[in-house]
């Protein structure tokens, strides 16, 4: 069934697929061209979007940036389509006032994200990247000893977790760690009094061995991790961020590296994706760093296309849903 939609992806690339990897572009988007035409850019440069745009009734968007000043020059839009959980990249007071509805998908990554959370701490803790390239290198075939460890290596059971942010993602992790055996403390901008581990954001840091970032970027959570709080943190204790690199004041991380007073960090996200190449996390001891791919399985963005299907399929019919604002 056709809903004569005109329908615009900007960056389709990576959300929808990535065409450089070896399996090309592995999403088809059949269920979605059932919806009306589709025209399909793997990027978009902001100097391009009105005029790719321009004829679109639904722009199906990632991180390009939607301003007041874009819906003022598409009349025609009618509904921007966010394949994404965050909406801090468009104006959302700006495409109401124009009649312009955003949806966006929520909790489509929430097991992925929590998995990679995980596996950010695991290799910090166990070092088993570290040890498999060691071994892959003939340093086990060379050893005087059945086994040798290159660097500490840490048990998580009876340590502590504090889980920063306690939406889906959050209370994920928190599941995750009991499991590892973990206690875990909680802070949220939401008060959850009912939960014992519920405590303040300075309790959360002093009392936790690693402390798990889930917050959203706003004016209020910028910076959230900076030198107070990183001075507040255990000596030693490691610091994950699968939400958002604008909560870290970076260079205040890096120092706490160098000084050796945060015993390791793990992130997926920076504050300038890409990072340039004199970031100041890019060469800092004790750090994991991954291209923002904690929410990128398979499984996660085919349920993101689904989703994002069911939104345009939804707003077509009259009833929109996930509707942001």
Do not use: C
């Amino acid at each position: 069934m056709g809903y004569a939609l005109n329908i615009v992806l900007l960056d389709s690339e990576p959300a929808l697929g990535f065409s450089t990897t070896a399996e090309g572009e592995d999403l088809e988007l059949h269920e979605l061209e059932a919806l009306g035409p589709v025209t399909k850019y793997r990027r978009t440069a902001p100097d391009q979007v009105i005029e790719r745009a321009r004829e679109a009734d639904v722009l199906v968007i990632n991180k390009i940036r939607l301003t007041d000043a874009e819906f003022a020059a598409l009349p025609r839009l009618r509904l921007v389509s966010i394949t994404a959980t965050g909406t801090d990249n468009v104006d959302v007071e700006a495409a109401k006032a124009r009649g312009v509805v955003v949806s966006n998908v929520p909790a489509y990554g929430t097991d992925s994200t929590a998995q990679h959370a995980f596996a950010l701490l695991l290799e910090l803790t166990n070092q088993v990247g570290l040890h498999a390239e060691d071994v892959r290198k003939g340093s086990w075939s060379r050893a005087p000893s059945f086994a040798y460890a290159l660097r500490p290596l840490v048990e998580l059971s009876g340590r502590t977790l504090g889980v920063v942010g306690y939406g889906a993602i959050g209370r994920r992790v928190a599941a995750i760690a009991e499991a590892f055996g973990m206690s875990v403390l909680i802070h949220s901008r939401t008060p959850v009094p009912q939960d014992p581990r519920f405590v303040t954001k300075r309790e959360l840091l002093e009392r936790s061995d690693v402390v798990s970032l889930h917050l959203p970027l706003t004016a209020e959570t910028k910076d959230f991790i900076d030198a107070e709080a990183l001075a507040q943190m255990k000596p030693g204790s490691y610091l994950i961020n699968v939400a958002r690199g604008g909560l870290l004041d970076e260079r205040a991380v890096r120092a706490a590296l160098d000084s050796g007073h945060l015993g390791g960090l793990g992130a997926d996200v920076l504050s300038q994706e890409p990072p340039r190449p004199d970031h100041p996390l890019l060469t800092a001891p004790r750090t994991l760093l991954t291209p923002h791919i904690a929410w990128a399985t398979r499984a996660a963005r085919a349920r993101l296309l689904a989703q994002t299907v069911q939104n345009i399929r939804a707003f077509a019919e009259g009833t929109p849903r996930n509707v942001v604002g």
